[in-house]
């Protein structure tokens, strides 16, 4: 619940009562970060590996390296390789 005005004023002349107002805005902020990371990742899951990272599955299956399918790609093993092939264990 937001503070009242009153409160507001206050916490500007009185530096506890906005480091107080400071700590509960942070502690919302967490919060909120918290739940769209959540949101995020369940999005994440339902739309499954993205295109990239089927191309890099692909080449998993057919049995090559990590670098030999990031060169194919045009890409970092350490980008997109290696995290794709999380998928394939």
């Known amino acids: 619940m ?4 009153h409160a507001r004023l206050h916490a500007s002349r009185n530096p506890l009562l906005a480091w107080v107002g400071w700590r509960q805005g942070i502690g919302r902020d967490r919060v909120r970060r918290k739940q769209a990371g959540a949101v995020e990742s369940l999005r994440a899951q339902r739309d499954g590996p993205s295109a990239g990272d089927q191309d890099v599955l692909r080449g998993a299956a057919a049995g090559r390296l990590n670098g030999q399918v990031a060169a194919e790609l ?14 394939a264990t």
């Open 2 to 5: 937001a503070p009242c005005l």
């Open 74 to 87: 045009g890409v970092s093993v350490t980008s997109r390789v290696a995290r794709s092939t999380s998928f």
